[in-house]
């Protein structure tokens, strides 16, 4: 199994400022991702993080808004940028190694926007 | 269409009760399905994969009717601890990676 943290576990912001969200893995897997759950709704996909190159994104999520980096096969962040109120949400790093393994969570990054 | 679709419940059911969720998926070409369990402000974990023969373990048994697109989860003698939120995960095709979350059914158990 695989433990992943995650930092900050929660944060405050101002409107217009930028958070970067770290995500950790105890042990090198093969996929990381990123995900956001709202209040009362499932996971959505943000992005696959790829270690030494640029992040796939999924429909609706751009990097400007979202720059992912990936530097080695434990570690991950996501930032979210020019945050605005509906930016407030839940951010889950999540981490499979190989196709059929389970995919883990980290316990998210509660992040509210003012 | 939504890709998962479940009932998002709740479900209040009595302690010892056995309760069933159903979950259906619109992508036939899913290949790899499974039910996740979240409690409240944690993340999600892994509950159980889901085989095309079914599947049990413990209290817990998990069918998938590829034909009709869905998934159940039956949960026998339920206890207290059981009362989380149940996700209905699929993979979107085949090779694809990438897993697909239903809304969840938020199950109470009472005492």
């Known amino acids: 199994s695989a433990v992943i943290s995650q930092k900050p576990s929660r944060d405050i912001c101002q409107r217009g400022t930028s958070l970067t969200i770290q995500c950790q893995v105890d042990s090198q897997v093969t996929m990381m991702f990123w995900y956001r759950q709202q209040p009362g709704q499932s996971l959505t996909l943000i992005a696959t993080a790829n270690q030494g190159s640029e992040a796939t994104y999924e429909s609706g999520f751009v990097i400007d808004k979202f720059p992912i980096s990936r530097p080695n096969l434990t570690f991950s962040t996501l930032t979210v940028s020019n945050m605005s109120p509906e930016d407030s949400s839940i951010y889950l790093c999540s981490a499979r190694s190989g196709g059929a393994g389970e995919q883990f969570f980290g316990p998210g990054t509660r992040l509210t926007v003012l | 269409r939504k890709e998962v679709e479940q009932d998002p419940g709740p479900f209040n059911v009595p302690e010892g009760a056995t309760v069933a969720f159903n979950c259906t998926y619109s992508n036939s070409a899913s290949q790899s399905f499974f039910w996740y369990r979240q409690d409240c402000r944690k993340e999600p974990k892994l509950l159980m994969s889901?085989?095309?023969s079914g599947n049990e373990d413990g209290r817990f048994t998990a069918q998938l009717n590829r034909a009709s697109q869905y998934i159940s989860l039956l949960i026998r003698d339920s206890k207290l601890s059981d009362s989380a939120t149940y996700l209905c995960?699929?993979?979107?095709?085949?090779?694809?990676?990438?897993?697909?979350f239903g809304t969840g059914t938020r199950l109470t158990i009472i005492p």
């Open positions: 995960v699929v993979n979107r095709s085949i090779g694809n990676e990438k897993l697909t």
């Open positions: 889901v085989y095309s």
